[in-house]
């Protein structure tokens, strides 16, 4: 099973990834965006991974279920 992550773009749509690309980089290097094709509005956007802590389990879910499909930087 792969591990996924749960991000959330610059307009607060909440989806999930398998991968979140150029995390190997570090925050000083390039900051705690990446910017990925959100599934909710189409568009490619700055997104950082989403603190589940403070999700509830309907947008938990919801978040599963939507997949980013293509990443760029």
Same mark, same amino acid.
Request: glycine share 8%; with cysteine.
């Given at each position: 099973?792969?591990?996924? *992550? @749960? @991000?959330?773009?610059?307009?607060?749509?909440?989806?999930?990834? *398998?991968?979140?690309?150029?995390?190997?980089?570090? *925050?000083?290097?390039?900051?705690?965006?990446?910017?990925?094709?959100?599934?909710?509005?189409?568009?490619?956007?700055?997104s @950082?991974?989403?603190? @589940?802590?403070?999700?509830?389990?309907?947008?938990l879910?919801?978040?599963?279920?939507?997949?980013?499909?293509?990443?760029?930087?």
């Open positions: 099973m792969e591990q996924r *992550t @749960v @991000v959330r773009c610059a307009d607060g749509h909440l989806f999930s990834t *398998t991968k979140f690309p150029m995390q190997n980089l570090g *925050t000083a290097r390039l900051g705690p965006g990446r910017l990925i094709r959100c599934p909710k509005c189409g568009r490619l956007r700055s @950082v991974r989403a603190d @589940v802590s403070e999700l509830s389990g309907a947008q879910a919801r978040a599963l279920q939507l997949e980013a499909a293509e990443f760029l930087a």
